[in-house]
């Protein structure tokens, strides 16, 4: 293979590359074969094993996609008789073939990923092997967000001389792991290709790349997650595994078509983020109790509400923990199954196959449960078998998207769903939102302005009214965010819930029958005296748990005070 002496050179790189091109273009049209800018192309590292890498080098000649039996060659002169043996040998194969004339440059880009394959990152169903001694090293490199950046910065500097996407998505991963990242996002804009991680439910830039290397990075991200390579038009979901120490972890991938390429999410499903139990969702002690007593009861229905990413998931999981038990039989149907639990039947929707929340629940009903997890309910004959089940002997939990605790009740009735049979079925109606906790090493005071300190004054009093055990009384500094290595330069460090629920007694009955609206249920369940989230939140504020600004993201800090 021909390389440029000078290529070192930005601007002769890209002049030597243009004319490789162009000469490319030349040939292709003596030859009345197709050219192809092969750099902007993906490539398929099942088409690469069809010919070994030393022939594929001597004959300057390489399979770069496969489909069945219809195989794409690359090669950059099609009268040399090594590629013409090549393509005889394919052929012998009943394989049908296509081929394109590439520039010396564009073959030297596809077969650099020959190295891919003789990694040693194995690919078996679906599992990629990642060695503990790599990720021990990834674990000591990598103290912030900063290291992550120079490793890949410096991996991707030297793509175009070795490849090694594999060891990128390596990186991409552990550092997903090392900073406890819940989702790795891989989006095409118009120049360069955008890696974010979500922290604590907050996306944080890690840094922009080539083009180039996302071809290829998806390309091997396609075919680990067991998704066609071939197909950027359409959305599709695939998954795989990583082993991680003594631990197998899950990767839901997902790519969708945009403007600029395909966007990718990698949802990582680390067990150890989710392993919560009841009694560390960072409940106060009196609403604990309430929800203890609901949850060990023998029916009932119990709705947690709140937007995708609120922690209702982890919330319901705790519950099944804290009541498992071999006497009781659980079924859940869910969307998708995020966490294997031990001992509890977890079966999961497939709209495809016809399996949906509502026929998930009434073959669930025929296996003789005693308590009931579903996902989600979505629909009016979901929400009536599911209220119907919790009157006849069943332990029911699901989620419903309300803003609040009191929106359960009118959104049960909006659909249909007798008023009276609600009143028996609820038992309880959970809210919850995740906000980040401040960083205990960089967290600095501040005096907040006269508009926060009369709001926060206002519900702290509302608070005292309910709660006067829990509610601070004075308070003179909130805490503001700054950033530090040990919390990834983002000012906060984990999440705690902020919470609020009304259970079903006399007063929210004789509520719920009159077609009520949310502040009507708020008021009738005031003498239940539990605060509700803008309180609970306000409260971790003053006492430098987490800070204005996070409180006010995730809720309305300013609506009216009942």
Not at 189 to 210: A, M, N, P, T, W
Not at 232 to 261: H, L, T
């Amino acid at each position: 293979m021909t390389t440029s002496p000078l290529n070192n050179d930005p601007q002769i790189k890209e002049l030597w590359q243009k004319e490789a091109e162009d000469l490319a273009l030349t040939l292709a049209k003596r030859y009345q074969l197709p050219y192809l800018d092969i750099s902007k192309t993906s490539i398929n590292t099942d088409a690469l094993r069809l010919v070994p890498e030393k022939d594929a080098l001597k004959a300057q000649t390489v399979p770069f996609n496969v489909n069945g039996k219809n195989v794409s060659i690359a090669l950059t002169s099609p009268n040399r008789p090594e590629s013409l043996a090549i393509i005889e040998d394919l052929k012998n194969k009943n394989l049908i073939l296509k081929i394109f004339v590439v520039s010396e440059p564009g073959f030297e880009s596809v077969v650099v990923q020959y190295a891919d394959i003789n990694k040693s990152v194995k690919v078996r169903a679906g599992l990629i092997d990642i060695s503990n001694e790599k990720i021990v090293e990834y674990v000591e490199k990598f103290k912030n967000i900063t290291d992550i950046y120079d490793e890949l910065k410096k991996e991707m500097e030297l793509f175009d001389k070795k490849g090694g996407v594999s060891t990128i998505l390596e990186i991409i991963l552990a550092g997903g792991l090392v900073t406890e990242a819940s989702d790795v996002h891989i989006e095409p804009e118009k120049e360069q290709i955008r890696l974010r991680y979500r922290l604590d439910g907050v996306l944080q830039d890690i840094l922009d790349f080539s083009p180039k290397i996302f071809l290829q990075l998806i390309a091997r991200l396609k075919l680990v997650s067991g998704m066609k390579i071939n197909i950027k038009q359409m959305s599709q979901d695939g998954r795989f595994s990583i082993e991680y120490g003594n631990e197998e972890i899950e990767i839901r991938s997902s790519v969708i078509p945009s403007a600029y390429g395909e966007s990718v999410v990698m949802r990582i499903l680390n067990p150890k983020t989710i392993n919560m139990t009841f009694g560390k969702l960072g409940i106060e002690k009196e609403l604990y109790k309430v929800f203890d007593r609901e949850i060990h009861k023998p029916n009932g229905m119990i709705l947690l509400t709140g937007p995708t990413g609120s922690g209702k998931t982890t919330t319901l999981y705790s519950f099944l923990r804290e009541i498992n038990s071999p006497e009781s039989k659980i079924i859940t149907i869910e969307d998708p199954i995020e966490y294997h639990l031990e001992g509890i039947n977890q079966t999961q929707v497939n709209r495809k196959k016809g399996y949906t929340f509502l026929s998930g629940l009434r073959s669930g009903l025929r296996q003789d449960p005693d308590i009931i997890l579903i996902g989600e309910i979505r629909d009016s004959e979901t929400a009536k078998i599911a209220t119907q089940s919790s009157l006849t002997g069943h332990l029911v939990f699901s989620s419903l998207h309300t803003n609040n605790a009191q929106g359960a009740i009118p959104r049960l009735i909006d659909l249909g769903v007798n008023a009276k049979i609600i009143t028996s079925a609820l038992t309880l109606s959970i809210a919850q939102r995740l906000l980040r906790k401040l960083c205990e090493f960089c967290k600095e005071p501040y005096d907040p302005v006269e508009s926060e300190k009369k709001m926060i004054e206002d519900v702290l009093a509302a608070a005292r009214k309910k709660r006067p055990d829990l509610v601070p009384e004075s308070w003179d500094k909130v805490y503001k965010s700054v950033g530090c290595d040990k919390c990834h330069k983002t000012g906060y460090k984990g999440r705690e819930g902020v919470f609020e629920a009304i259970y079903m007694d006399d007063a929210v009955a004789a509520a719920a029958i009159k077609n009520p609206s949310e502040k009507d249920i708020k008021i009738a369940a005031l003498p239940q005296n539990i605060m509700d989230m803008r309180q609970d939140g306000i409260i971790k504020v003053v006492k430098g748990i987490t800070t204005m600004y996070e409180l006010g993201r995730i809720i309305d800090l300013y609506e009216e005070i009942i």
